[in-house]
């Protein structure tokens, strides 16, 4: 029997059909859970703190309040899974905050914050596909959320995604854009507005990517997104989601239930049942 396809796709769901079909199954179709990662909780714990810090009034956001604001996100986040279920030492956890504290004092590197002008903060968006309709078992949506959406000083706007981990290869750099460029379709769609620019700042260096969207990048990206639903609704149809090993393989939480690595999986299913969590994939440090 197949599956039912995604009736919407995101950048990181696009992303991880594209990286390996199985995963993408495995996390988007199956929904198994997976373990919470140090890098993912602590990207989650540098995105809200600069969430807080954009909230402020602009003569208040200094590195002083980020810190405060990192540890108000820190205490908020305290009991979701993501933090509550990581299995750290109190000398990891000391690294944990440490790095953290790094990436926020890193961030006014790149801006100065009491210049920005946000209009919109972890906004959500969603708009249809093109060409696949909104309604009937085909119907998909392109849905994302921005990290910041601001107007810049001629009143145009500016999409900015936070990165935490490391910055890309020159090689990598056009595939980095790919989501920030779907940000952008969605903004054009949904709010009748192209930005002047889409931008990705890497906080770990720091370094700013920053791109201009184009008549052909948002044609590209309506192009690329619909044949990738069509691969997926493929996929689905025959349910054939076949692995595509790789360097992040053994990062991945589903590696032992890789036909590529010895695995089942149909074991797989395991992971819904209690105590049979696997360790999170990246240990601190990695």
Known sequence: MGLAPPRSLSPSSSSSFKQCPLAFKFSYLDRLPEPPSVWTSKGTLVHRALELLLD??????????????????RVELAPH?????????????????????????????????????????ELKLEAALPGSGTEGPGAVRLRGIIDRLELDEH???????????????EFFEAKSLSGVHMYALLCERMLGRRPARVQLYYLSKPEAIIATPTDQSIKGV??????????????????????????????????????????DPLQAEELRGPGTMLSAPLPLGA
Do not use: M, N
């Open 155 to 169: 009143g145009e706007f500016v999409v900015t995604d936070y990165k935490t981990g490391s910055v890309p290869s």
């Open 222 to 263: 309506e192009r690329r997104t619909t044949a990738l639903y069509q691969a997926i609704r493929s996929a689905c149809e025959r349910d054939d989601f076949r692995p595509k090993p790789g360097r992040l393989c053994d990062f991945c939480t589903f590696k032992p239930y890789c036909p590529s690595h010895g695995g």
């Open 56 to 73: 402020r009034p602009p003569d208040e956001r200094t590195p002083d309040a980020a810190q405060a604001d990192l540890g108000q996100a």
């Open 81 to 121: 899974p993501d933090f509550a279920d990581l299995q750290l030492t109190d000398d990891e956890w000391e690294a944990f905050d440490r790095d953290a504290a790094k990436l926020v004092e890193k961030y006014f590197q790149l801006e100065d914050p009491r210049t920005i002008r946000p209009i919109g903060l």
